[in-house]
């Protein structure tokens, strides 16, 4: 097996530890990095835009970012985790030709073109290295960011300490502060203990490295993301898909839309919106419901 195809394979766990949205022991399963093939090049193929590659250093370590040639405001995407920038291949163009605006993807450290870091996973640093990379692609202002998944904890991470960047979020299903309850910290840990411990009677590789790096802290990180909140004066407009991460769990799934629910009515400038028919993995299922929303962003901005 490549390390590619490894990396394709331990998905769903990865997602569960980075973002709680799979229990990968059969109890739940969540569609997030199921569709889509990793890549270390992204979107080129899938468009006819001429994007460009630049490799950004950031704290020692370079990082991959992609950009797609428009106007402003720039439009951020960032995916769920265990993905690259590869997800959004079939995406960007549609998005392109909807709104005629520059494009950023990338590649978080360890994944895709970008450098591992060593240590534990820190959403901090993860959202240090999107700052780092927007700024140095002039991206300084009044975005739009586009968050899925397990991304949706770097943005807020992200839109508290760096303010003025983000003028608008777009949350595709993604983790919110709310969802991290200590009972619900619990049951993943619970369910995910023996797959951690296996990994590390694996051969290394940086898939396995990934995973242990997001694990390592799991609990300590999301206790204190339970409590953070996002400022009132970035607006969002909030997706759900139909199905939730957790498609076969009741109780999970109704967390995850009760706690969605509740981050969109914490302030009056958040949207709820659910995608009928979606698995987790909105953008690829409807694309058309999140371009529609990034479209409101983009509109609030000009």
């Known amino acids: ?31 997030c990095g199921q569709s889509t093939p990793q890549s270390a090049t992204p979107n080129t193929a899938a468009t006819t835009a001429p994007i ?5 250093t950031n704290q020692g370590h370079k990082l991959a970012f992609y950009l797609a040639p428009g106007h402003l405001p720039a439009i951020v995407l960032d995916s769920g985790g265990g993905l690259n920038a590869s997800y959004w291949k079939n995406f960007v163009p549609a998005l392109a030709a909807a709104t005629g605006s520059e494009i950023v993807t990338y590649d978080r450290a360890g994944l895709g073109a970008s450098d591992e870091v060593p240590g534990p996973w820190q959403p901090a640093d993860a959202a240090s290295d999107l700052y780092a990379g927007l ?18 904890e770097i943005a807020a991470y992200f839109v508290r300490a760096h303010p003025g960047i983000v ?19 619990n049951r993943i840990v619970a369910a995910e203990q023996p797959q951690i411990a296996a990994l590390k009677n694996q051969p290394s590789t940086k898939a396995n490295r990934q995973l242990q790096a997001v694990a390592a802290d799991f609990v300590p990180l999301q206790t204190a993301y339970h409590l953070l909140t996002w400022p009132t004066g970035v607006p ?18 109704q967390r995850w839309r009760t706690a969605q629910a509740a981050f969109a009515a914490a302030a009056p400038n958040r949207t709820l919106v659910t995608a009928s028919g979606s698995s987790h993995d909105v953008p690829i299922d409807r694309p058309d419901i999140v371009i529609r929303a990034i479209q409101t962003m983009v509109g609030r901005i000009r």
């Open 52 to 56: 460009s590659q630049r490799m950004i």
């Open 236 to 253: 969002a407009v909030v997706i759900v898909s139909a199905k939730t991460p957790f498609p076969t769990s009741p109780l999970d799934a």
């Open 167 to 185: 003028a608008g979020a777009v949350l595709v299903d993604a983790t919110v502060p709310e969802f991290y309850t200590p009972d619900e910290i």
């Open 1 to 31: 097996m490549t390390e590619d195809n490894q990396r394709h394979h331990l998905t769903p766990r990865w997602v569960l530890i980075a973002a709680a949205l799979a229990i990968a022991t059969g109890t739940l399963v969540a569609a």
């Open 135 to 152: 700024t140095q692609l002039g991206v300084t202002h009044d975005a739009v960011l586009v968050s899925h998944s397990e991304a949706g």
